[in-house]
Each structure stands twice: as C-alpha cells, then as structure tokens.
C-alpha cells in the first residue's frame, strides 16, 4: 500500500495545476544573466586550476577545449528547448544558430561576424573581436601565446558535434587593420560537405 501511495503521490507532483505534466511544461528561463565578477573568476579558477597540470600552452589550451566541450553540449540543447527552435540541417543555418542565438545566450550578445573561408570551402570562421574569456586573463610570460578562447572553441565543437556536424574547431588569434581579434577557426569533416551537397 506504501509503494503504490508513493507511486501516486509521484504522478500528482509530476502534474501542474492544470494538467500538464513537468515534461511538457516549457523550460523556465530563470535568471538570463551571470554576474561578470563571477564568471571572471570561476574561470580564472578554471585556467589556474589547470595551470598547474599541464606544461605546455597546447595542453593547457587542449584542457580549456575540453572543457568548454561539455558547455556547449549543454548549452545547445537548453536553447533548443527554450526557444523550441528546428533542427538545423544546413551549414550556414547551424553556423548562424551558434553566432547569433547561443552565442547571445552565452555571453549577452551575438559574435561579431560569421565567414566562409575563401581558400577551402569546409572551412568557415567565427570572429569576435573583444572575447569575454580572454578580457580579464593575463598571460604569463612562459604562457605568452595562450588563447583562453579555446575554452569557447571547445563549445563550439560540443555544439556541432551534438547537432551531427563533426568538425574540428580551434581558436586562433588573428591581427584585423592594427588590432588583434579571435576567430574561432571551424574545419568540417568530409562527411558534412558531401551530405551539404546532397541538400543541394
């Protein structure tokens, strides 16, 4: 008698007043925005944290990669969710996805540019000229060419790869008419570029 008590008391919680249940209930937005002084230092934490297990700026890069991967998994399903957006099937349709939509959910605006590599077409770019990880993050010396934008690479890989464009994703930072930007460097696998032409 206990168990099946319990077992209703389950259903009825799992039941809103007015007779949805919890899974067909819209995803609550709660709070939409972090405190900066907050997300500075978590992930200042986050870079000393695996400072200290690396020696190299690769590694360090590839640890920050690695975990920005999960965020972006993440991030990527709570947006569908949340704006019950369509599955994007196209290239530039998810690229536009991630710049505008994700991105803003992420960091409270969208990236500066989307662009089609000229030189090879599997190749696209994602610019952002002041990245939100690398503004208050100094470098030391014996790191000097550390980019702390790895770790949103590393989302956009977790993004593509979750919405089936495997892709290889890397940060990069590039000089633009005398002032460095970070372009997040997206490389697709073959199997995307040949069902892309599929699509037509």
């Known amino acids: 008698v206990g168990a099946t008590g319990k077992c ?3 259903r009825m919680a799992s039941t809103s007043q007015k007779g ?3 899974v067909d209930r819209p995803v609550p937005r709660g709070k939409t925005e972090v405190s900066l002084s907050a997300f500075c230092f978590l992930f200042s934490e986050m870079v000393q944290y695996y400072q200290t297990r690396v020696n190299t700026t690769q590694e360090l890069e590839k640890k920050l990669a690695g975990a920005g991967y999960g965020v972006g998994a ?6 569908c969710f949340r704006e019950k957006a369509k599955r994007e099937t196209r290239i530039v349709g998810m690229l536009s996805h991630i710049k505008d939509n994700i991105w803003k959910a992420m960091f409270g605006k969208a990236a500066d540019a989307l662009e089609r590599s000229t030189a090879n ?3 696209y770019m994602i610019h952002e000229k002041e990245p939100l990880v690398n503004t208050y993050v100094s470098v030391p010396k014996d790191f000097g060419h550390l980019n702390c934008a790895s770790f949103v690479a590393g989302a956009v890989h977790g993004m593509l790869d979750s919405a089936d464009f495997p892709a290889r994703v890397t940060a990069h930072t590039v000089q633009f008419a005398n002032e460095a930007r970070t372009t997040i460097l997206i490389k697709f696998s073959q199997e995307v570029m040949e069902r892309e032409k599929r699509l037509g």
């Open 20 to 22: 949805k249940a919890i």
């Open 8 to 10: 209703s008391d389950l």
């Open 121 to 123: 077409e599997d190749e």
């Open 74 to 79: 993440r991030m990527l399903e709570l947006v």
